[in-house]
């Protein structure tokens, strides 16, 4: 791709539109990986989506952020941090941080460790303090949906309201049914399993 065409399609001007046609294009490009592998879950499957060569990638990270941000505010969620569990949700959480940021947001990102550490300060939420403000619980992808469920019970914990769960791509393995039935917030997704081709 030629410089004066990344410079376009990653400015803050580029149409939300736009940003989820090239978000797409690149996610079948560079993280679709298609051969037997095991999940995090235990499952087999036939492919796997391999979000970290999205949300590390030097064009596409800047396009998570304005694609998850059009897409939260298309749903009328109001939230003031963002993160989810370390490792998969950090990228995500700093891509809606930036683009917030572009968009003259204040919007703090934040790490949800596995579990509470047990020295220094004890923390399991990393990063600016989560108390009593609205909290959006991010990830990558989720396919069970445990990722996400602990994210948004050590949130909770620490004293954040959480106002919705929201993914990249959604596997349709039910997470969504599983993360609205256990924490009563939406769930959102940018894109289904069947806009990569893998229906």
């Given at each position: 791709m030629a410089p004066d065409k990344l410079v376009s399609?990653?400015?803050?001007?580029?149409?939300?539109?736009?940003?989820?046609?090239?978000?797409?294009?690149?996610?079948?490009?560079?993280?679709?990986?298609?051969?037997?592998v095991t999940l995090s879950s235990?499952?087999?499957?036939?492919?796997?989506?391999?979000?970290?060569?999205?949300?590390?990638?030097?064009?596409?990270s800047k396009l998570v952020g304005q694609v998850m941000l059009n897409m939260i505010d298309d749903a009328g969620i109001s939230f003031e941090c963002a993160g989810g569990l370390t490792m998969g949700a950090d990228p995500v959480g700093t891509a809606v941080m930036h683009a917030a940021a572009d968009a003259g947001r204040p919007v703090d990102a934040f790490v949800v460790r596995k579990a509470q550490?047990?020295?220094?300060?004890?923390?399991?939420?990393?990063?600016?303090?989560?108390?009593?403000r609205n909290?959006?619980?991010?990830?990558?992808?989720?396919?069970?949906?445990?990722?996400?469920?602990?994210?948004?019970?050590?949130?909770?914990?620490?004293?954040?309201?959480?106002?919705?769960?929201?993914?990249i791509v959604d596997r349709d393995t039910g997470a969504k049914e599983k993360i609205e039935a256990?924490?009563?917030?939406?769930?959102?997704?940018?894109?289904?399993?069947?806009?990569?081709?893998?229906?």
């Open positions: 399609m990653t400015s803050p001007s580029v149409s939300p539109a736009d940003a989820r046609a090239r978000l797409l294009e690149l996610i079948k490009e560079l993280a679709v990986v298609r051969g037997k235990g499952a087999e499957a036939d492919y796997y989506i391999d979000l970290r060569r999205i949300t590390l990638h030097h064009e596409a550490k047990s020295y220094g300060m004890g923390r399991q939420v990393e990063g600016p303090s989560v108390v009593g909290v959006l619980v991010l990830e990558d992808t989720s396919t069970t949906g445990g990722s996400a469920l602990t994210a948004v019970e050590g949130v909770r914990n620490a004293g954040g309201n959480v106002v919705a769960v929201a993914v256990e924490t009563g917030v939406p769930y959102l997704f940018a894109f289904g399993k069947d806009e990569l081709g893998l229906d």
